[in-house]
């Protein structure tokens, strides 16, 4: 099992936005340190308080500290031109020495899509065509495209990615529908964290099965993860700030993209079983390993964070998962 440290890096509004960016860059270098194999960031526009820093520039930046960890990010394509995407990643992937990876994601909020101007039905149209242009533009030279939404001629991007043949696709999706044609126009499907592990187990039979080597080859998925020295403890930390996040998720329209639409309308206490992987050291360990053997996800994308979580627990949960969860979880994977 690969694991990678989810940075929700929200914009803590009472707090100078340089002191939030700080925070960020402490998490990084504790994840390097610890044995981390990755950092990945989420992407939106117009969150206001739970606004995050925008993910190019961030993780270019992030990279200085990331060490031999890949580095990425979800990437709300349908919102940008394809040929601007391809060049911002293949020197994102040039920065971090070859260690870049985009999760092109279709998005959900109606506020991102009205505001910029594009009819949110097109998500799914420029999604597809956008993932099709950037593979041929990190592959190919003098590139045609004619599309329905995008067209040009004898496009060539220099410089192009440093990975062979080119760095990996990690596609989001939510429904039955979306997550076959996830992994089909992807190198994986990347699991969303709110749905249930009953769920991601059923839709990971319905996915292809990733192909090539490293981080073309594995299941990715994100979960809230948090660790503490006891269950209570754990709880008594991280469960308020989730559960207020939530709720945000069903207000912002979250679960109409779900393969259930109501399975963010049950109780909160009942959300926690199969969604949330919060404990002590030998609890989250123990559902990790079933996270593999059960469900097979074998690339975690841990989030620790949420805004308003002091910085000293999310350093805690963060060594306490680098220094007796992962080794663990590992020893027993063999």
């Not at 440290?5 to 960016?21: M, R, T, V």
């Not at 949110?120 to 004619?146: A, F, P």
Request: charged letters at 30%; aromatic letters at 8%.
């Amino acid at each position: 099992m690969r694991f990678g440290l989810h940075l929700f890096g929200h914009h803590a509004s009472d707090k100078p936005a340089d002191e939030n960016f700080r925070r960020i860059v402490e998490q990084v270098r504790v994840a390097e340190d610890i044995g981390f194999d990755l950092i990945w960031a989420g992407h939106h526009y117009m969150m206001r308080e739970r606004q995050k820093f925008q993910v190019v520039p961030s993780m270019a930046r992030l990279a200085a500290d990331a060490g031999d960890m890949h580095v990425g990010t979800a990437f709300l394509l349908p919102l940008h031109h394809p040929i601007i995407v391809a060049e911002q990643f293949a020197t994102l992937d040039a920065i971090t020495g070859g260690r870049a990876i985009i999760g092109p994601v279709a998005g959900y909020r109606n506020i991102e899509f009205q505001s910029l101007g594009i009819p949110k039905s097109d998500r799914v149209g420029r999604l597809v065509e956008g993932v099709e242009v950037i593979k041929r533009l990190w592959t190919e030279n003098d590139v045609t495209y004619e599309g329905e939404y995008f067209q040009f001629e004898n496009v060539s991007i220099t410089p192009k990615p440093v990975q062979e043949p080119r760095p990996p696709i990690w596609i989001g999706a939510n429904s039955d529908k979306a997550v076959k044609r996830a992994s089909k126009l992807g190198d994986a499907w990347l699991a969303n964290p709110h749905e249930d592990e009953p769920t991601i187990a059923r839709q990971i039979e319905l996915a292809e099965t990733p192909s090539g080597t490293g981080f073309h080859s594995v299941n990715p998925g994100r979960r809230d993860v948090f660790v503490a020295e006891t269950d209570e403890e754990a709880f008594e930390i991280y469960g308020p700030y989730i559960k207020e996040f939530y709720e945000w998720y069903k207000r912002e329209g979250q679960a109409e993209a779900m393969e259930n639409p109501d399975a963010l309308d049950q109780a909160f206490e009942d959300l926690v079983e199969d969604r949330f992987i919060i404990g002590s050291p030998a609890t989250v360990t123990e559902r990790l390993v079933k996270l593999e053997e059960e469900v097979g996800l074998d690339c975690v994308l841990m989030g620790m964070h949420r805004p308003g979580i002091p910085q000293d627990d999310v350093i805690r949960s963060i060594e306490l998962a680098g220094n007796r969860v992962i080794p663990e979880v590992r020893d027993q994977l063999r």
